[in-house]
């Protein structure tokens, strides 16, 4: 898979240039700004044509905006996509440079225009010796006009201490041998960084909530079984101590008081009260009884009052 991500602020339409000739598995990724929001009709029939996919974002405006918000897009892909994908940045601006530093290990090139072959606009440079201060300091102690008498006056009164010459060379080794300075880091550095930190952090995220979410259901699943077993020690518990059958007639006389009793304390009318104590009372013990019960009432009290009753008296029948 390869990568075009293109500075259009910086390379305009010629940027473009190469478009038909990209295969189907590329992807181009054209960033603009409010500045930079127009592209030539010629163009536009060139992106009829392409077999690469295209995406268009469109960015803040700002100094530099467009060159950070493009390597943090970066830095994102490197984060997702697989190691052996290839990213191509399109733009002349040669501040990329850092974010071919900052990931020496992926292959990320800085290109004029979307031509396969397309001239890279600068190759890393290699680190220079810094040899300038040093030849500058030989060639000061060489100097004829300056030299001359410091010689003369080492070998009148240094002559006999022989051990003060190594040292002075000593000291000077370390000066030739000192690495070049690396490059400081920038925002582009600093925006692959945290494009970096952000795929890395909702990865870890996402692997908790997962162990998270396998751990409740393990929970909820083990609390399920012990319910159930509960359930089923009671249910036998209850029909072990069960009283013997009361007969019908005792019931229904039983259920009548308690109708009355639950309705009084409600303050319904005592025609209510009674009609339907005394109602529920004669179907008590036949099949289907509760659905007849529950029928009658609503029947005689409308929907919401004997809705209201039914509710209050279910738990007696």
Not at 19 to 43: H, Q, W
Not at 79 to 84: L, M, N, S, V
Not at 104 to 117: A, E, F, M, S, Y
Not at 166 to 175: C, F, G, R, S, Y
Request: proline fraction near 5%; aromatic fraction near 6%.
């Amino acid at each position: 898979m390869k990568y075009y991500l293109l500075d259009y602020e910086n390379v305009n339409t010629a940027g473009l240039d190469g478009l038909g000739e990209l295969p189907a598995d590329s992807k181009i990724i054209l960033f603009y700004t409010r500045n930079s929001n127009k592209i030539d009709l010629g163009v536009v029939n060139q992106l009829r044509d392409m077999k690469a996919e295209l995406s268009i974002v469109e960015v803040h405006h700002g100094k530099q905006a467009l060159d950070i918000q493009l390597a943090s897009y970066l830095g994102y892909l490197i984060g997702t996509e697989p190691a052996d994908t290839e990213y191509f940045i399109i733009s002349k601006d040669k501040g990329y440079r850092n974010v071919q530093c900052f990931w020496p290990d992926r292959h990320i090139v800085l290109c004029k225009n979307l031509t396969p072959d397309s001239e890279i606009v600068d190759e890393p440079a290699e680190e220079k010796k810094p040899a300038s201060r040093s030849g500058s300091r030989s060639r000061r102690k060489s100097s004829p006009a300056k030299a001359s008498k410091p010689v003369e006056k080492k070998e009148a009164v240094e002559k006999p201490v022989e051990i003060v010459e190594p040292e002075v060379e000593l000291k000077a080794e370390p000066a030739k041998e000192k690495p070049a300075e690396e490059p400081k880091p920038n925002a582009f550095v600093e925006a692959a960084a945290i494009a970096k930190a952000v795929v890395e952090a909702k990865k870890a995220r996402n692997e908790a909530e997962a162990k998270a979410e396998k751990k409740k259901t393990t929970k909820s699943s083990k609390t399920t079984k012990s319910t159930k077993a509960e359930k089923t020690t009671k249910e036998t518990k209850t029909k072990k101590t069960a009283k013997p059958k009361q007969r019908i007639s005792d019931i229904r006389a039983e259920v009548n008081n308690q109708i009355q009793r639950v309705l009084s304390k409600e303050n319904f009318p005592g025609e209510v009260v009674n009609s339907t104590a005394s109602f529920v009372s004669k179907n008590v013990g036949k099949e289907g009884y509760k659905q007849t019960v529950y029928r009658g009432i609503i029947k005689e009290n409308g929907q919401k009052q004997g809705l209201a009753i039914y509710r209050l008296i279910k738990d007696i029948i």
